[in-house]
């Protein structure tokens, strides 16, 4: 496990190893007033950097498929992770909309990954937004395809709604989606066995940040910092501005002083998954 959460380290920091603007990083050769000269990269250096940072990621997204495996073979929603490492996944629903270009700017600039349900009716008129979602190494998860509570409806519809959406968000970037989140967290027997049947892990939260109900941004931020804990799943909406002012101004500043590390739903399966017989009221221990 200290293994895998090196790789992934590693893997985070080479991905973003040129995630500074040009404008602000000398050219080979030149000076910067106040700086000592820097001496020009060699193009093989940059490729074994390049080839070394594929590695790494394939083999994290090897053991995070793993991960997904385990945790899938056990037949229950996931609400939280484990309390034995440091790690949160910030989780975004109802995208890609208007705001979404906005939060992976603040998420790229500050080296965070999240996870994002989409809602497949919105992916085919956002495809750019959806493949820079995954290109920032953000997990991407299934919010059904036209937000309507599941429970309900019968077994076909429940099972259009999510196939929909898997296939849009397939075809909009060639990955393969395995978490789904049901609108509203509503739930039932007969959801929970359609999206087992698909091969779908269901992820809830630990913690609603309210912002659906219209908390502003202070409110929205002091809710999950209030709350937040090792293991935390914290429910956001990637469609409201008062959120992505929280995420940036409050959010992520917290964490950070708290010592978390901003992880998505895979990761968190991986590095810090949940005990097997583990009580959920840990999820809620604030």
């Known amino acids: 496990m200290l293994v895998?959460?090196?790789?992934?380290?590693?893997?985070?920091?080479?991905?973003?190893?040129?995630?500074s603007s040009p404008s602000s990083r000398a050219r080979p050769g030149e000076t910067r007033p106040g700086s000592k000269a820097t001496r020009p990269v060699s193009p093989s250096s940059d490729f074994w950097i390049a080839a070394l940072a594929r590695v790494i990621n394939k083999v994290s997204h090897l053991a995070e498929r793993g991960a997904?495996?385990?945790?899938a073979a056990r037949n229950q929603p996931l609400y939280c992770g484990g309390s034995s490492g440091?790690?949160?996944a910030l989780t975004f629903d109802d995208g890609p909309g208007l705001y979404t270009p906005l939060a992976l700017k603040i998420l790229r600039k500050e080296h965070v990954r999240a996870t994002?349900?989409?809602?497949?009716?919105?992916?085919?008129?956002?495809?750019s937004e959806v493949r820079e979602e995954l290109a920032n190494y953000s997990a991407l998860g299934d919010h059904t395809w036209s937000h309507k509570s599941l429970v309900g409806l019968e077994r076909a519809q429940i099972s259009h709604q999510i196939v929909r959406t898997k296939k849009a968000i397939s075809k909009a970037t060639g990955t393969k989606v395995r978490l789904f989140?049901?609108?509203?967290?509503?739930?039932?027997?007969?959801?929970d066995r359609v999206a087992r049947r698909l091969g779908m892990i269901e992820v809830l939260w630990s913690i609603d940040s309210g912002d659906s109900q219209g908390n502003n941004w202070r409110q929205i931020g002091h809710e999950v910092l209030r709350n937040v804990q090792p293991g935390s799943i914290v429910l956001l909406h990637e469609n409201r501005g008062q959120t992505i002012r929280a995420l940036h101004r409050l959010i992520l500043p917290g964490l950070e002083e708290r010592g978390l590390t901003p992880v998505t739903v895979p990761e968190l399966l991986m590095l810090d998954p949940p005990p097997l017989n583990g009580s959920l009221e840990r999820c809620w221990a604030h």
């Open 68 to 71: 997904l495996d385990r945790f």
């Open 181 to 191: 989140r049901s609108p509203y967290g509503a739930r039932n027997a007969r959801v």
């Open 4 to 19: 895998l959460a090196a790789f992934l380290g590693l893997g985070l920091f080479l991905s973003n190893r040129d995630a």
């Open 116 to 127: 994002f349900f989409l809602v497949g009716r919105n992916v085919a008129s956002r495809q």
């Open 86 to 88: 440091r790690y949160v």
